[in-house]
């Protein structure tokens, strides 16, 4: 197996292991919760933008110029996943009006870069002394968005089989499974209290 498929297939089991991982699959079904499948291109903006800000402070910590304490990121990748899924719950479908830049975006991206710091150690322990981390890390970060994609569209699916099919309210699927993730996360942010 090539360093590249290694990378690539480690960036993709991160989002898609629902036993380590579910805290990302959370986070990216926040994201999901207000749009249906007419929406897509907002939802891959959304996880691209995510991808973006993990893959700048996944770099910077594992080259080490940045450093944060574990516990803390621990700490604030739930604290990043009630903030979406509590907005969502306040958020009118008449807010989803289209817009060139949405605000959800640049939160996206900075919600990114906590949950980057999240993985460094592990992509550090990793890599060793490699001196090339380019490949490696550009290989975890494509892994890493065919992950959220795939995420995407199995929610995509499931929300048009039930809002498009089954005429299940658009408001009361985004109500529940906002608030269902917003509950996750507060246990979550108990759990990883660290003061």
């Not at 290694?6 to 380590?20: P, Q, T």
């Not at 906590?114 to 550090?124: E, K, P, Q, V």
């Not at 199995?154 to 985004?174: A, E, G, H, N, P």
Request: glycine share 6%; charged share 15%.
């Amino acid at each position: 197996m090539s360093e590249f498929a290694l990378y690539f297939g480690l960036g993709k089991d991160h989002i898609l292991d629902y036993v380590n991982g579910y805290d990302h699959i959370l986070f990216v079904l926040a994201l999901c919760a207000v749009y249906l499948i007419r929406d897509w291109k907002k939802i891959l903006i959304l996880v691209t933008a995510f991808t973006i800000g993990h893959s700048i402070t996944l770099a910077l910590a594992t080259l080490n110029i940045i450093n944060f304490p574990g516990n803390i990121i621990e700490f604030l990748i739930p604290l990043t996943i009630f903030i979406t899924a509590a907005g969502n719950l306040f958020k009118e479908d008449s807010t989803l009006i289209p817009a060139k830049v949405q605000i959800n975006y640049f939160f996206a991206l900075f919600f990114g870069f906590i949950h980057g710091l999240g993985f460094s150690n592990f992509l550090r322990a990793l890599l060793g002394k490699n001196e090339n981390i380019v490949s490696p890390l550009f290989a975890f970060n494509l892994g890493l968005e065919l992950g959220q994609i795939i995420v995407v569209v199995i929610f995509l699916v499931i929300s048009f089989v039930l809002v498009d099919l089954l005429k299940v309210s658009r408001r009361d699927l985004k109500l529940v499974l906002s608030a269902a993730i917003a509950g996750i996360a507060l246990v979550l942010m108990k759990d990883r209290i660290f003061w």
